[in-house]
């Protein structure tokens, strides 16, 4: 048997590994390290035994306490549930009007709202509902067909061109490609861009107003400005749905682009859609 060797500076005998010259000292780990480590080892087996821990097949162990992290947080969700009760069915009875007017109510319904509004709304009109090409944005005072009370509800509840609900909101726009001569088509989007800006050529300005006036004020009125029992959008502000370039206007006349939104009130119920529509009322663009 070899020897133990002694490392000579600290006197500790050594494991008898070696690095390229250096060895590797003996020391026994602290006996309160150790202890405590023993200690971890009997927690663990405790906890395994008394809380549910080892998996099986189709669950797992119940553990001897039968305690339950599902149980408490449907414990949780039961009491919130209850504390809710009182205000969904004030909801639920009462006229947007009136919800309104309750201020601790409009804030439980704004807040409720806010929720179902982030898993049903944000995909197309964004989390912060500032909408995008196609998309309207909930935050202005721009509204296709109303933005009171009851004409937000209407719209949330059937929808836009939803066919599954027959008292949906439906307009459609025509395709003026099939109409009117491309040269035409031009001047009437150099009549709509010269109604907020400067079109590329300021001649087609009074040929293209006539024009507008015989095909187009129908539904958007002599002034441009829209009409709401058609959800035609005001051609004489800033505000652009579809893009408010010379080009953009000229695509949307000649074959234009309509949208669907869904008609919510199967999907979430008729107290989810007011909750909705104090949301978006309380947006700052709600009349």
């Known amino acids: 048997m070899s020897e133990k060797h ?33 200690a971890t080892i009997v927690w663990a087996i405790g906890y395994a035994i008394a ?3 080892i998996p099986l097949i189709t669950g797992a162990t119940k553990g001897l306490l039968g305690y339950s992290s599902r149980a408490d947080v449907t414990a949780e969700l039961n009491v919130a549930k209850l ?33 179902a509004f982030k898993v049903n709304c944000t995909p197309c009109h964004g989390s912060g509902a500032a909408g995008g090409p196609g998309y ?3 935050n202005d005072d721009d509204w296709l067909w109303g933005g009171d009370l009851q004409s937000i509800y209407t ?29 035409q088509i031009r001047q009437v989007a150099a009549y709509v861009v010269s109604l907020t800006g400067t079109p590329h050529d300021p001649a087609m ?6 024009l507008f006036a015989d095909n187009c004020a129908s539904c958007h009125g002599e002034d441009a400005k829209g009409g709401r029992d ?22 949307q006349v000649t074959a234009p682009k309509h949208g669907v939104m869904p ?4 999907r979430l119920g008729d107290t989810t859609v007011k909750e909705l529509t104090v949301f978006v009322h309380s947006l700052g663009g709600g009349e």
């Open 136 to 138: 309207p944005n909930l």
């Open 6 to 38: 002694i490392d000579e500076i600290s006197g500790v005998e050594t494991t008898g590994h070696v690095w390229d010259g250096i060895r590797e000292l003996n020391n026994p780990m602290p006996r309160w390290w150790v202890w405590t480590f023993y």
């Open 263 to 266: 008609g919510w009130n199967v």
């Open 83 to 115: 504390a809710q009760a009182v205000y969904l069915e004030k909801i639920a009875a009462l006229p947007l009007e009136q919800i309104v007017a309750d201020k601790e109510l409009e804030q439980f319904a704004v807040a409720g709202g806010a929720a």
């Open 51 to 53: 809380y549910p821990s």
């Open 230 to 251: 058609f959800g035609a959008p005001n051609l004489a502000d800033a505000i652009w749905l579809k893009g408010s370039s010379e080009t953009a206007i000229i695509a």
């Open 155 to 183: 719209t949330v509840s059937h929808g836009i061109r939803y066919d599954t609900d027959p008292d949906t909101r439906v307009s459609e726009m025509p395709a003026f490609g099939d109409i009117l001569e491309p040269d």
């Open 205 to 210: 300005v009074e040929p293209g107003k006539q």
